[in-house]
C-alpha cells in the first residue's frame, strides 16, 4: 500500500474513533485512559526501536487499558 | 435591590413605634425585613459585585411594595404574619447615587460592567480551547515529525499498521479526551459536525503532507539516526501522555528536541 494512502487511512480511523468517543454515553476516566494511552505508545515505540512484539500489540494494550479504566470507574461509581 | 440607609433606621425604631409610623413588621413583630423585603442574606446577595452572580449583580426582583395593603395584612404585631414581599423597589430618584444601573434594574449588569465576562462567554470560551485542544492533538503526530519519520521509515505501507498509527498516534487518548471535553456529553448539531469535518480535513491534510515529506527524505536519502530517534520520541510522548512532567529546554517540548538532536546527529553524518 502506497504510504500515502496509509496515512490518509490512519487520519481517518483516528477521526472515526473520535466520533465513536463523541457519542460514548458516559464520562470518560480521564487518568485511567492517560495511563492506557502511555502504555500503548511505549508498547509502539518499543516495537520500532526493535522489541520482539509487532506494532498492532500497542493496539491490544490500548484497548485492555481503556477497558480496565472504564471498569475501574464504574465499579467505583456509586 | 438595596435599600440604602432605610434598614438601619428601620432597626433603630422600636416594634409599637414602627407600627404607629406605618412600617411593615416582620413575623416577629420588629421593624425591616418585613419591608425591606426577604431575608437579609439574600438582598446582599442579590446586589453585592462580589457575592453575585457572573455579571457581578443579580437582577432584582420586582415585587409589589406593600404600601397599599392594610396593616393587618403587613404584619402590626397582632400575630399577622407577613407574607414574604421580596424586594421593595424605590422610584430611582430616591436612589442615592451611585448605584449602578445594573442594580436598580435600569441596564443589564454587561452595559455597566464591561469588564465582566457574561457566564456563556464564559463557556464559550472554554468551548473554543477544547476545540483548539482537539485540532491540536490530532495534528501534533504531524507538526513534530512523528508521521514523517513512521512514513520515511515505511511504516505506513500496510493496512494493520495505518490502523495502529490512527488510534495511537494520530488521535489517541489526548485526542479523544479533548473530543469528549469539546462535544461529548450533549448530542452534538450540525454546526459542531461542521466544526468536526472542517478539523478533520486539516488534520487528514496534515497527516498526508507530513506522510508525503517522510516518504520523500526516505527515497531521497537513507537515514541512520532518525528511524531510532522516531522510536525515542514515541518513548517521550508516551511519557507526556502518562503524566509525567518532562523537562522542556528553551521552552522547547522535549520530543520536538530530540527530532532537531536527532535531524542534526543525521546531517553530520552525511559529512565526510
Redo the contacts between chains.
Sequence with gaps: MDPLIGAAVAAWVAWISILVVIHLPWRLPVRGLRRAGGAALAVLAASILGAPFPMWASLLVLAGGVIMATAWRGAAAP | MRLYGMKKEADALSAPAAAAAGMPLDRHGAPGPAMCGGSDRRRDRATDPVEGDAHGIIAPRRRRAPTDLPAAAQGNGEGNVPPDWGDVLLPDDQLPVGIPAAARGAAPASAVFPDAAPANAVHANAADQARAN?LMM?CLGAADGT?LL??A?????????????????????????A??AA???RR?GRRDYSV?ARM?GI??AA??A???L??ALGQAMTFHIL??A??????L???????VRLPRPGHVPLPLAAIALAAVLEVLLWIP
Design positions: 482537539l490530532t508521521i513512521l512514513a521509515t515505511g511504516r505506513l505501507a500496510s493496512l494493520a499498521m495505518a490502523i495502529v498509527v490512527g488510534l495511537t498516534v494520530v488521535s489517541g487518548i489526548g485526542a479523544w479526551i473530543a469528549y462535544f461529548g456529553g452534538p468536526l478533520a488534520s487528514i497527516t498526508v507530513a506522510a508525503w517522510g516518504v528511524p531510532k522516531a522510536g525515542v520520541v514515541l518513548f510522548v508516551a511519557a507526556e501522555v502518562w503524566g
